[in-house]
């Protein structure tokens, strides 16, 4: 059931502004599928905290990042419609094969049901994503900062 949020929440996104599809965009998600989606349900990831996007960035990029990596800062106004799916509302979500939870996920985009959806990080297990609905009808509500670039520590990227 949809809630209204009750203060100006922030979501941070990673990616290259020059790219093929630009940072604040669900292009890349109707292209393949994701552990919340099903390729054909246009969805924006985004993480609730900036660690945890660069997180979610890291361990897609096989021990090397991608160049040109930049962030943005997501605005998500107060009464923003929003819902939250917990690991108990939807049992294997964080399954290898994420079968319930690109189910869960393709629903809610695809009835529209709330601007965005809170749900679990599986690289950071106590963190949230929070997954954008493009289609929603209060999409437009929502702002994004200009790009920045990251500076990626380097011993990210080192063994030993």
Known sequence: MPQR?????????????HGHYPIFDATGA?????????????I??????????????LVRANGEMPP?????????PRGLSYEIATP?????WDRPLPEPSREYGT???????????????LVARIESNILINPA???????QTSLAQ?????ERLFTTG
């Not at 040109?68 to 998500?76: F, G, Y």
């Open 149 to 153: 670039p990251i500076w990626w520590d």
């Open 30 to 42: 109707t292209l393949a599928p994701g552990r919340w989606h099903r390729q054909h349900a246009p």
């Open 44 to 57: 924006i990831y985004a993480s609730e905290h900036y660690s945890t996007a660069m997180l979610e960035k």
């Open 107 to 121: 629903q809610w985009a695809l009835e529209r049901r709330s601007a965005v959806l809170y749900v679990p990080s």
């Open 68 to 76: 040109n990596q930049h962030w943005v800062c997501i605005t998500l």
């Open 136 to 142: 929603h009808p209060e999409f437009g509500d929502i």
């Open 88 to 92: 108990a509302a939807v049992p294997g």
């Open 5 to 17: 949020l009750p203060d100006t929440h922030y979501a941070y996104r990673i990616g290259d502004p």
